[in-house]
RNA sequence: GGGCCGUUAGCUCAGUCGGUAGAGCAUCUGACUUUUAAUCAGGUGGUCGUUGGUUCGAUCCCAACACGGCCCA
């Protein structure tokens, strides 16, 4: 590394703090010894202050603590300061007469350097519970000075571009991503607990299969063909319970190629789980299982607030066909919903457009994701989906019409998807085909053929149900988030030019 | 894709009925041994998002663009 003092030919472009922060580790790096690595803390802000909530700190031991100067207070002979570090914050206390030349370097230390510090814990006489510093030392210096000390960091554009600088200010950021890791950990436990084992199969696909989306296409130099990035792992999981693999599940990124929204993000993250010799009622049950325990887990209530409703996952959840909760909402709805004139009709009077290629199954689904979706506020698992938009479940055994499928939804968004699987790779090819039809007249979500997938039926699915749970909605739900990207650490941003 | 709003110091924000800008915090200097948005005194800090237009003069008015936020599709 070039160390040389003051050479800092990109000074002009940099604001007078930046500099003058760079003077300081010039002088550092003149000392010797910058950038230390050999100081182990031995104790964490928010243990310490647990700890000693109801105790008397001046019966522990020395500490030693590490972390961010976040505010500094400097009077003369004494001071404080508060540290942050991974748990929380400490205060600190130092005076002049027995730190010597420590004290004087403290004076000049910045807010957001990174320092360790040793001392006996006490209490002010305010009643804090600090650290009395008998030695400190720089360990990171900070050249870019922090977002202000009470307003914070409020910028969006700038929280989500630079999540560290989010981190470091807002203690309720770093709150929800430790709650985020520990939904995903429930997740993992409950289906390990059930025994399923986590696998990972492709993100890089030949064909984007296993839902209807626009892929993102990427180019594979060596063998010279475009992969795409994929858009969800049903497929090969369902492969892996034709292996025998008979409970299997992948929490990992999907991608679509898609707008972005305060509920879309490019790359987001799914669980997705399949269970040989069960159908798509005992997933509805595991899900309850699995929703209330999540809850009671990780919030400690069923009762869940989320932007200013109160969701209740305690009560045993609603359960309701397609057409039952069309019925539900709209009164006016036609005797018959399974009519295409009708249908039509239902929509012009609703005024919502007929996209074209729809049949009756499709024209139900525009209906139900236009006007019922977004008021069911409650847990509730709709089924009996449309065959028609339901190209990989099974067929119902009564009514051709629809398919043994549901969608969980609460606070008026879709969370999960599941269905018991369509084994038959015959009507698979079928369901195939008709895919590719639509594609035909325009539709580029439509799916494409995929034999090897077929191929892979032919050697036999066991009777099976899959679901998929959209992990980012789960925990926005359990955060009270209003958008994707406050559950995302970096969500997806249009580059800013830097020239 | 459409509508509305925003972009001014490191951060949070004022402001200029068009005459090249302010506050608080931060930062620098000094004072101060129990502070905690510490306090007190003094100082430094800005191509007012970008590009064009109107104008004697634009950070302000107009247009386009960029990025972001909210709502709608």
């Not at 909530?53 to 976040?70: K, Y």
């Not at 199969?201 to 209807?212: F, I, N, R, S, V």
Request: charged content about 30%.
């Amino acid at each position: 590394m070039d160390a040389r003092a003051g050479a800092h030919p990109e000074d002009k472009d940099e604001s007078r703090h930046i500099r003058e922060r760079r003077a300081k580790l010039d002088a550092w790096r003149a000392e010797g010894g910058a950038y230390p690595n050999d100081f182990r803390p031995d104790a964490q802000a928010a243990e310490l202050s647990a700890r000693y909530a109801q105790a008397d700190p001046a019966e522990a031991a020395p500490v030693r603590l590490a972390g961010r100067i976040v505010s500094k207070r400097v009077m003369g002979r004494a001071s404080f300061a508060h540290i942050q570090d991974g748990s929380g914050r400490l205060q600190i206390f130092l005076e002049r007469a027995p730190l010597g030349a420590t004290y004087e370097a403290f004076k000049h230390w910045d807010l957001g350097d990174i320092i360790g510090v040793e001392g006996q814990p006490f209490r002010t006489k305010t009643g804090e519970l600090s650290v009395r510093v008998a030695n400190a030392r720089l360990l990171t210096k900070n050249l870019r000075p922090l977002p202000e000390k009470f307003h914070g960091l409020t910028d969006q554009e700038i929280r989500y571009r630079k999540r560290y600088l989010d981190l470091i200010m807002n203690p309720e950021v770093r709150a929800l991503f430790h709650r985020r890791g520990r939904i995903i950990a429930f997740l993992r436990a409950f289906l390990c607990a059930r025994g399923f084992v986590e696998v990972e199969t492709p993100m890089m696909q030949p064909l984007a299969g296993g839902a209807t989306a626009r892929p993102f296409i990427t180019h594979h130099n060596a063998l010279d063909m475009p992969l795409y990035l994929r858009i969800a792992p049903e497929l090969y999981l369902k492969r892996l319970v034709v292996g025998g693999l008979e409970r299997v599940f992948e929490i990992n990124r999907n991608f679509r190629n898609e707008g972005l929204s305060t509920r879309h993000n490019p790359e987001f993250t799914m669980l997705e789980f399949y269970q040989a010799y069960a159908d798509y009622r005992d997933l509805m049950d595991l899900t309850e299982d699995l929703l209330k325990g999540l809850c009671e887990e990780v919030l400690g209530t069923t009762r869940v607030p989320y932007q200013g409703r109160e969701v209740d996952f305690g009560q045993p959840f609603a359960r309701m066909t397609v057409e039952e909760a069309i019925r539900a909402h709209h009164p006016q709805a036609p005797a018959d919903l399974r009519d295409i004139a009708s249908l039509e009709g239902f929509l012009s009077a609703l005024g919502l457009p007929r996209e074209p290629g729809l049949e009756a199954g499709g024209l139900q689904m525009t209906v139900f994701e236009k006007t019922v979706e977004a008021e069911l506020t409650q847990p509730t698992f709709v089924t009996a989906y449309p065959a028609e938009v339901s190209p990989l479940a099974r067929r119902n055994d009564h009514d051709p019409f629809i398919t043994d499928r549901f969608e969980f939804f609460v606070a008026g968004r879709e969370i999960a998807n599941g269905f018991s699987e369509l084994n038959d790779p015959e009507d698979q090819a079928a369901r195939f085909k008709a895919q590719v039809a639509r594609r035909g007249v325009g539709d580029e979500e439509a799916m494409h053929y995929d034999a090897d997938y077929v191929e892979a039926l032919e050697y036999g699915l066991p009777p099976t149900a899959g679901e998929g749970i959209g992990v980012d909605r789960l925990v926005m739900l359990l955060t009270d988030a209003p958008s994707i990207r406050d559950v995302i650490l970096f969500p997806h941003m249009r580059p800013k030019d830097h020239e």
